[in-house]
């Protein structure tokens, strides 16, 4: 027998999902005027160009859960959101590579490079986690796509 505590921490982390999308949707909304002042009409820079992959990608991440995801599209969907997640994880290393080299200049490329490493280990162990799992489409009423893990005898055990 289904156990319906499941289906319920799946209702509740739909409805958590839609509303991070609904922020998302908001922010970009109420700034983008700002977007179009301070980004579109200067000429094009590194920073300006890290700003709006970090902003669009972000916009991307939140609404693909609430694309209609039939069997088919579903892994290609989650393989997209995989894909935003490691890309966001690397916007937010060199993000903070970038901060901290200007706050040490003697040590910039050093500094730079310590920090962009540290930051992107998340991308490796999220990458390895990504290797070993699979999307599943569940059914109605939810209609969501899910990772489930496959994580090699040796390391599942305890």
């Given at each position: ?114 920090v ?14 990504l ?21 090699p ?6």
């Open positions: 027998m289904p156990d319906p505590t499941e289906d319920y921490d799946l209702l509740n982390a739909s409805y958590v999902q839609t509303a991070v999308t609904a922020l998302v949707v908001y922010e970009h909304i109420i700034t983008l005027s700002s977007e179009i002042t301070m980004v579109w009409r200067r000429r094009p820079t590194v920073s300006a160009a890290l700003f709006l992959s970090i902003r669009y990608c972000l916009l991307l991440q939140a609404a693909i859960p609430h694309v209609g995801a039939g069997a088919e599209s579903c892994n290609v969907l989650m393989k997209l959101s995989e894909a935003l997640a490691i890309v966001g994880m690397l916007q937010v290393a060199i993000f903070s590579a970038l901060r901290t080299s200007v706050l040490f200049p003697r040590l910039n490329y050093i500094i730079f490079a310590v962009f490493v540290l930051g992107a280990v998340p991308v490796a162990t999220l990458s390895f986690v290797a070993h799992s699979h999307a599943v489409l569940l059914g109605p009423p939810l209609d969501i796509c899910q990772h489930v893990n496959e994580f005898h040796k390391i599942a055990r305890k």
